[in-house]
């Protein structure tokens, strides 16, 4: 098939999507899981799995393609959204939240919230993936939205959106240092540089989203319920009694404690497979240690006895309380899996590649080329990591070739990756899990959520610029 025909399937498969899910408002898990059969057929990709050859890889079938781009995803995704869920619930009906967003919202005042979280946002992402930090700071963004009377969009756009900003150009976030190991770039530098980007990014993201916030969102009702139920005011009643706490809430320290608990391990294992060799004991134990599913899933069982069992908690009310919180958690991951088989399927397809190869045969300057390349894949199929690393190997020639400096080396790295951060929507999974927790629909997704990581990414890109024309003015 050829270029232009494979760049018009998946244009068409990605408006059909849409106008599926907003127009005639089909399920959104089943859009996904439709289109992505339909943009296989369309596409070329083979019905069956075709064996590899001596000159050629295996293809997979489209039904073996959505299941293997759904597994992957799941595989990542699932396990943290429900322990992450858990741990929102049993915080949440503790009284937790409540107490940490009081205490909070009396220090710095109700007006200083916002940006208070964003900016620990920024810190809090350096170490953990943006999936990852996002679902943990679930719990305090429906805290913080409780007390203030506000949507937890109010509060997690902002956050959202500086947390990706940090995840696609400061190591170690794996698309970043992939990138800048296929380019050759100074990860020391990439780091300072990225960082010193990101904090201007953040007061971008903060104000930037209060204006996308000027008008009221209607909340999904999956999100409202589980919302409106946070706090415990309204908490369901299960066979043994309700879940709503009479015992006095836990102090915000120990809830502060609780969320930081899995960030510092996680940043424990980041460090330790930054600064050890690859196969020592001691490199393999804290990596171990700090693996996002160990570090949840320590903080749970943590969260569990402070909160329930020393508080008076019943085993059996205690276990009511973690298995409420999987039915919501439930939706997110399946539409979440559903996003990277969809996403999976364009990448079977070819459609990628071929955009790619379109966009580097114009001859555009290689920082600029950097950019745009790394902004159509990420548009194109989904994944930000994959759209860093496959445009770094597009390009690592022509930068091992051009004789850069290393400042000039680490501004093309960061121009993929600003490139990579923009144009998030329906076929990429991060999408939805931000969409889905904070009540957003799928017009309203690609109206703020959509809209915030492009101009996030043009404005990063921006800056690089800035720093590209000082280097090379300067050589």
Do not use: C
């Not at 943590?302 to 508080?311: N, S």
């Not at 039915?327 to 955009?355: C, D, K, N, Q, W």
Request: charged content about 10%.
């Amino acid at each position: 098939m050829s270029t232009l025909a494979l760049l018009l399937v998946g244009l068409g498969g990605i408006a059909l999507l849409v106008l599926m899910i907003v127009r005639f408002k089909v399920n959104a898990f089943l859009a996904l899981l439709i289109t992505s059969v339909l943009v296989g057929l369309a596409a070329g990709v083979p019905l069956a799995t075709v064996p590899a050859t001596e000159d050629a890889p295996e293809r997979l079938g489209i039904i073996q393609a959505i299941i293997a781009g759904m597994g992957g995803t799941l595989g990542s995704v699932a396990i943290l959204v429900a322990l992450g869920s858990m741990l929102g619930r049993v915080i949440e009906i503790s009284g937790g939240a409540s107490s940490l967003a009081g205490r909070f919202t009396s220090i710095l005042g109700p007006r200083r919230v916002s940006g208070a979280l964003t900016a620990a946002a920024l810190v809090l992402a350096i170490p953990v993936f943006f999936d990852v930090g996002f679902i943990i700071l679930v719990p305090i963004i429906y805290g913080f939205s409780h007390a203030a009377g506000l949507s937890p969009v109010k509060f997690g756009l902002p956050i959202a959106g500086i947390m990706l900003a940090v995840h696609v150009v400061v190591p170690p976030h794996p698309g970043v240092v992939g990138g800048a190991a296929l380019l050759g770039a100074d990860v020391g530098l990439l780091t300072l540089l990225g960082i010193a980007i990101a904090i201007p990014l953040g007061v971008i993201s903060h104000y930037f989203s209060k204006w996308l916030n000027r008008r009221d969102f209607e909340m999904l009702a999956s999100t409202k319920q589980m919302f409106e139920a946070f706090g415990g005011a309204d908490a369901p009643t299960t066979a043994t009694g309700t879940l709503t706490r009479t015992e006095a809430p836990p102090s915000a320290g120990m809830i502060l404690g609780l969320i930081l608990t899995p960030l510092i391990m996680i940043g424990i294992g980041t460090t330790a497979s930054a600064v050890l060799p690859a196969g020592d004991p001691t490199r393999n134990v804290l990596t171990f240690i700090g693996s996002p599913i160990l570090a949840l899933l320590v903080t749970v069982v943590l969260a569990g006895y402070f909160l329930g069992v020393r508080k008076g908690w019943t085993r059996a009310h205690l276990s009511e309380v973690f298995e409420s919180a999987l039915p919501p958690a439930a939706i997110v991951i399946l539409v979440t899996g559903a996003g990277g088989a969809f996403a999976r399927i364009l990448t079977e397809s070819g459609i990628g590649p071929a955009l790619a190869d379109t966009l580097v045969s114009t001859g555009l300057p290689i920082f600029l080329l950097g950019f745009v390349v790394a902004a159509a894949l990420r548009a194109a199929q989904g994944s930000a990591t994959v759209a860093i690393l496959t445009t770094a190997a597009l390009l690592a020639d022509a930068v091992a070739a051009g004789g850069y400096s290393s400042m000039q080396i680490v501004a093309i790295t960061l121009a993929i990756g600003f490139g990579a951060l923009g144009f998030s929507h329906v076929n990429d999974s991060g999408f939805w899990v931000v969409t889905r927790y904070l009540g957003l629909s799928v017009g309203d997704g690609l109206r703020t959520w959509t809209v915030l990581t492009t101009v996030l990414g043009l404005a990063g890109f921006a800056i690089t610029s800035a720093l590209w024309f000082a280097v090379s003015a300067g050589s």
